[in-house]
């Protein structure tokens, strides 16, 4: 296993200053022509001849050189580099910044100045030179990775997309329009209607929804309808699907099945007793669909590799069956569903470790311990402070955790844990704790998913035990709207306390929990940074909301770069711009490290690079 990767903060090194550029001094005037000189005429030919050829040798000179423009396609061997000196941000702790970097077929094969690549180009790079130049202000940056997503659920969004309603009777109206567009659906009142992305806390009037408000609609009434919610914890169902499903149990562990004041249920499942919910499974070819428009839309936005927070057996087999047939067009880092209810597995399943060209590996477990604090499922000490009543509830016992971490990591999985509420991730803390007694951290990398709410005495044990912080900055831009009202004035400062728990060592991993927040990468740095939302606002004003848990831009980058390659176990493949690593590369339109914090969500991503070669837009 390799070492893990330094830690240090990067350094920024001054690009090199451009050596003012020479001009041609006038000529003075001729002088009166003497006896056996040559004319005033001659010598203005002479001079015009020279200046024209001088011209001439430079250019060809520099177009065979950098051959801008003449290569029809990219040669296997190529340089990309800035003309304004360096500009390539290459997470690499030796080389920082660099002005050019090198690929030979897949791989990085060398990187530094115009200079130096040139000069050691033979000894690194087999083939001619062909070098490329960026355009003015773009700058490149390692592939970006999102360390929590959700690929084929983003995919099924696309589908009937929910989001961005102010209330239900909106919402209803969605589905209604998502049914009278498609007249196979229209005409046949048997067939299922799914979407995605409701979220009853962005509602004009915050409450749940209920089957009522679907039979209310003449078109959508009588129709099998399941809506997922925006933070995946919650599921919204018409009455033919709650009657479908009847007899329904009283209570189920780990979740609720919203019921009205005299018992009956409304039509909402949350956390595990969204199990309940009868839908039919995607074909093969559906699944194929939803997975292509997922990366065609990651590649568009700098993304090369992907966490899936969460393979079920039908997304196991899906991408494994992938992963034989073809390479992946984007490289996957499965976790594996853990459902308590089925016979322990660690030590039957063959773990998938950079299968089909290093694009698949699953090797991870995924656990959920508690639910969502946005549907107030989240496991906290103290009642939640808008909700008395309740203290949310642990999707898992902790005597099972206790019982099944040792035992996944004792096999050689890495365990990921969903942990929102400062109780759940207190209750994992310890497990971990129990569990890495006699274990190698670095060989195991486990992570705390999330990681939302964290006790003052939780946040220093992140660094004391090596876990991972996989968390998402566009969740804290979200989610700072209503948090307090949750939470409480106090209680809420240890939500979403990144630079709290950099600060006591530990390893940050960030992610976007897309289809749950944008996929696009720059709104999670930018959210990291600034933490205020895209209009610029947040509760605490401009400044940001608590912005003392800002993290630096070095940090963030880092966290989409390095930090999700250490975190997947592929640090020594990927992750940075170093030489042997594969050539997965982005560029920028502008310098996302020295642009002023509110241009960052302008910025737009002009080629992603896969393996050396353009997955999107062009070099």
Known sequence: MPPPSDDSHLRKRTPSEKPPSSRDTPATPAQSPSHGAPNASTRTSK????????????????????????????????????????????????????????????????????????SRWHETTPGQPHVRFLKPGQIVVP?????????????????????????????????????????????????????????????????????????????????????????????????????????LPDEVEGGVIVRDSFGKPTGV???????????????????????????????????????????NPMSLEFFRREAQSSTLPIRVYGMKYFDETAAYWGDSFDKIIRAGNNRLSVRSVKIFADGALRS??????EPYTDNPETRGFMRIAPEMLNEVIPKFMKDGWQVNVHAIGDRANGVVLDAFEAALAKANVTALRPRLEHAQILAQRDMARFGDLGVIASVQPTHAISDMWFAEDRLGPER????????????????????????????????????????????????????GWFPEQRMTREEALKGMTLDPAYA????????????????????????????????????????TVMDGKPVYGAI
């Open 492 to 543: 809420v400062k240890g939500l979403y306390a990144f630079r709290s728990i950099i600060d006591h060592g530990a390893r940050i991993t960030l992610g976007s929990d897309f289809p749950v927040e944008d996929m696009n990468p720059l709104a999670g740095f930018y959210a990291a940074i600034t933490r205020v939302s895209p209009d610029g606002t947040s509760p605490h004003g401009p400044g």
């Open 269 to 311: 499942f949350l956390d595990n007793a969204q199990d309940l919910v009868i839908r039919p499974e995607p074909t093969y070819k559906q699944l194929q669909k939803r997975f292509a428009a997922t990366v065609k839309d990651a590649h568009s936005l700098g993304l090369t590799a992907v966490h899936d927070a969460g393979f």
């Open 47 to 118: 001079l015009l001849v020279a200046i024209v050829s001088l011209a001439l040798t430079s250019y060809f000179a520099y177009s065979k050189l950098g051959n801008i423009g003449q290569l029809t396609s990219l040669s296997e061997s190529y340089a990309l580099c800035s003309r304004e000196g360096a500009h390539i941000y290459t997470l690499d702790a030796d080389n920082p910044r660099v002005q050019c970097l090198v690929v030979n077929g897949s791989k990085f094969t060398s990187s530094g100045s115009l200079d130096q690549v040139l």
């Open 143 to 247: 592939g970006l990775s999102d360390s929590h997503a959700h690929v084929l659920e983003y995919g099924a969004t696309k589908q009937m997309p929910l989001e961005g309603t102010k209330s239900i009777a909106e919402t209803v109206g969605r589905v209604r329009a998502y049914i009278e567009a498609d007249p196979d659906i229209l005409e046949d009142k048997t067939k299922y209607v799914e979407g995605w992305g409701w979220d009853h806390t962005k509602w004009l009037l915050e409450e749940w929804p209920t089957y009522n408000a679907l039979e209310a609609d003449p078109i959508v009434a009588g129709r099998p309808v399941v809506l997922q919610s925006k933070d995946g914890h919650a599921l919204w169902v018409s009455l033919t699907v709650l009657q479908a499903m009847e007899p």
């Open 376 to 381: 107030g499922g989240a496991a906290l000490y």
């Open 568 to 607: 997947s176990f592929t640090e020594d493949i990927l992750g940075s711009i170093t030489p042997g690593k594969f050539a997965d590369f982005v560029v920028l339109s502008q310098d996302i490290m020295t642009v002023p914090a509110s241009d960052v969500l302008s910025t737009r991503v002009v080629a």
